[in-house]
């Protein structure tokens, strides 16, 4: 047979693999790009369909309410399919004759029907498990973008395409498009997994950074203003988080349904653009002037240690006197500067220090060390409360009250018109209104 024609039947052959599975996708409700191919059926999981099962499906459906339409190459494609299992549609029957024939209706369908069945034997593992020879047209560059990020972040080829609900096959040859037009390897892949190469992971955070500007661009001045869409990128202080924001983030789903939430947690400082977050959660005053600020809350603070504690050590009966006495330390992950007491002596705020055996960086451990009677701790109010009521931990020095601690959304300059970043601010302001007050005038 000639080139051309195995050629042809090579496509048909592909085509018909595409039949069985949109037949799959149709049987189980999935997905078809999330299906495999391999030993005589579609597999979904533990789920299998044997491909005659399937080729039975297609006979019995009519051609015009398929949801696939493959023109010129379907009538090859059904007759492939025939050659390969037997079945009966429109006139031609089976089973095959004795000399290897079939009976037909048509000339021109029992031609068909005998180069199938003579490319059957050859082509079978291609309606299986071998793609279309004719590439897919190009990917968009905006969608092929989005399809690399995502392989990267789930690390897999499949997983990417299915949450796409695009082919496998379309996948790979679109991240072969964009290694070629940006003439770099972007990812490494081996048998388990899919990792970014050095300049993948460099085009990955630039890519991010492009689709992000692109959502913000076309939701700034859509009508989903009113309505915002998309994913927000938060990072929250992990006591802020647990203790007011997310015992009420339903309210805030309820409000914008559309607005899909990625949620950080910790007390360390983020590189907000390069990690590509959209808004930050912190207390203490703003230090970076690249970020726009906008102060949520003064949190009343307040100096205190465990009942233990103060039976060592005594109770101070004034700032001075914290000199001798035990603290635990508080430190940031990004430096090893150790906060002081601060606190409000003759109208100004002044920093005390104690001596201390024990430091932390994180913010339920600060506590957790006061409590276990490690010494003196400063911290907001509202993180202690229950603590002070059962009498856990004692307030002390309460005539020299400590400064009051501001509490700040920030986010990148350039995020400040996006809605979604816009709707969060302003409904976790009203959060922290409710549980601190009015903010007052700043000094």
Same mark, same amino acid.
């Given at each position: 047979?000639?080139?051309?024609?195995?050629?042809?039947?090579?496509?048909?052959?592909?085509?018909?693999?595409?039949?069985?599975?949109?037949?799959?996708?149709?049987?189980?409700?999935?997905?078809?790009?999330?299906?495999?191919?391999?030993?005589?059926?579609?597999?979904?999981?533990?789920?299998?369909?044997?491909?005659?099962?399937?080729?039975?499906?297609?006979?019995?459906?009519?051609?015009?309410?398929?949801?696939?339409?493959?023109?010129?190459?379907?009538?090859?494609?059904?007759?492939?399919?025939?050659?390969?299992?037997?079945?009966?549609?429109?006139?031609?029957?089976?089973?095959?004759?004795?000399?290897?024939?079939?009976?037909?209706?048509?000339?021109?369908?029992?031609?068909?029907?005998?180069?199938?069945?003579?490319?059957?034997?050859?082509?079978?593992?291609?309606?299986?498990?071998?793609?279309?020879?004719?590439?897919?047209?190009?990917?968009?560059?905006?969608?092929?973008?989005?399809?690399?990020?995502?392989?990267?972040?789930?690390?897999?080829?499949?997983?990417?395409?299915?949450?796409?609900?695009?082919?496998?096959?379309?996948?790979?040859?679109?991240?072969?498009?964009?290694?070629?037009?940006?003439?770099?390897?972007?990812?490494?892949?081996?048998?388990?997994?899919?990792?970014?190469?050095?300049?993948?992971?460099?085009?990955?955070?630039?890519?991010?950074?492009?689709?992000?500007?692109?959502?913000?661009?076309?939701?700034?001045?859509?009508?989903?203003?009113?309505?915002?869409?998309?994913?927000? &990128?938060?990072?929250?202080?992990?006591?802020?988080? *647990?203790?007011?924001?997310?015992?009420?983030?339903? @309210? +805030? /789903? %309820? =409000?914008?349904?559309?607005?899909?939430?990625?949620?950080?947690?910790?007390?360390?400082?983020?590189?907000?653009?390069?990690?590509?977050?959209?808004?930050?959660?912190?207390?203490?005053?703003?230090?970076?002037?690249?970020?726009?600020?906008?102060?949520?809350?003064?949190?009343?603070?307040?100096?205190?240690?465990?009942?233990?504690?103060?039976?060592?050590?005594?109770?101070?009966?004034?700032?001075?006197?914290?000199?001798?006495?035990?603290?635990?330390?508080?430190?940031? &992950?990004?430096?090893?500067?150790?906060?002081?007491? *601060?606190?409000?002596?003759?109208?100004?705020?002044? @920093? +005390? /220090? %104690? =001596?201390?055996?024990?430091?932390?960086?994180?913010?339920?451990?600060?506590?957790?060390?006061?409590?276990?009677?490690?010494?003196?701790?400063?911290?907001?109010?509202?993180?202690?409360?229950?603590?002070?009521?059962?009498?856990?931990?004692?307030?002390?020095?309460?005539?020299?009250?400590?400064?009051?601690?501001?509490?700040?959304?920030?986010?990148?300059?350039?995020?400040?018109?996006?809605?979604?970043?816009?709707?969060?601010?302003?409904?976790?302001?009203?959060?922290?209104?409710?549980?601190?007050?009015?903010?007052?005038?700043?000094?």
């Amino acid at each position: 047979m000639s080139h051309l024609c195995d050629t042809r039947y090579r496509q048909a052959g592909a085509a018909a693999r595409a039949m069985l599975l949109q037949a799959a996708a149709q049987r189980l409700n999935v997905p078809a790009a999330s299906l495999r191919t391999g030993n005589g059926a579609v597999v979904n999981g533990m789920q299998r369909i044997r491909y005659g099962e399937l080729a039975q499906r297609i006979a019995a459906t009519p051609q015009a309410s398929l949801p696939l339409r493959l023109s010129r190459l379907e009538p090859l494609a059904y007759a492939l399919l025939r050659a390969v299992f037997g079945i009966v549609r429109g006139g031609i029957s089976g089973p095959r004759s004795g000399n290897g024939g079939w009976r037909v209706a048509q000339a021109r369908q029992r031609r068909d029907c005998m180069n199938g069945l003579t490319q059957a034997r050859k082509l079978l593992p291609i309606v299986a498990d071998v793609p279309s020879s004719t590439p897919p047209p190009p990917m968009d560059r905006f969608d092929a973008l989005q399809l690399f990020t995502r392989i990267v972040e789930l690390g897999s080829f499949t997983g990417a395409a299915s949450a796409l609900e695009i082919p496998r096959a379309t996948a790979t040859h679109a991240i072969k498009e964009l290694e070629a037009r940006v003439g770099a390897r972007l990812l490494e892949r081996t048998t388990r997994q899919v990792r970014p190469t050095l300049d993948g992971q460099a085009f990955y955070e630039r890519s991010k950074r492009v689709l992000q500007d692109l959502e913000d661009a076309e939701t700034s001045l859509s009508t989903q203003v009113a309505n915002p869409r998309g994913t927000l &990128r938060l990072d929250l202080h992990g006591t802020h988080a *647990t203790m007011i924001i997310l015992p009420r983030i339903g @309210e +805030f /789903r %309820a =409000r914008y349904p559309h607005i899909d939430l990625v949620i950080s947690s910790g007390d360390r400082l983020v590189d907000l653009v390069g990690e590509g977050i959209d808004c930050v959660v912190r207390a203490g005053r703003p230090r970076d002037s690249s970020l726009v600020a906008k102060r949520l809350a003064d949190m009343p603070e307040v100096l205190c240690a465990s009942p233990e504690y103060l039976s060592a050590h005594g109770t101070p009966q004034h700032p001075s006197e914290l000199a001798n006495h035990v603290g635990v330390g508080f430190f940031s &992950r990004n430096s090893d500067n150790r906060y002081p007491f *601060t606190l409000n002596v003759d109208g100004e705020v002044r @920093e +005390f /220090r %104690a =001596r201390g055996w024990i430091s932390v960086s994180d913010a339920a451990c600060y506590t957790s060390a006061a409590l276990a009677g490690c010494g003196l701790i400063q911290v907001p109010r509202f993180r202690v409360e229950e603590h002070l009521r059962a009498g856990r931990l004692v307030p002390v020095l309460q005539a020299w009250p400590c400064p009051d601690l501001p509490v700040s959304a920030l986010y990148p300059f350039h995020r400040q018109l996006a809605p979604r970043v816009r709707v969060f601010v302003d409904w976790v302001s009203g959060l922290y209104v409710e549980r601190f007050g009015p903010l007052r005038a700043a000094a």
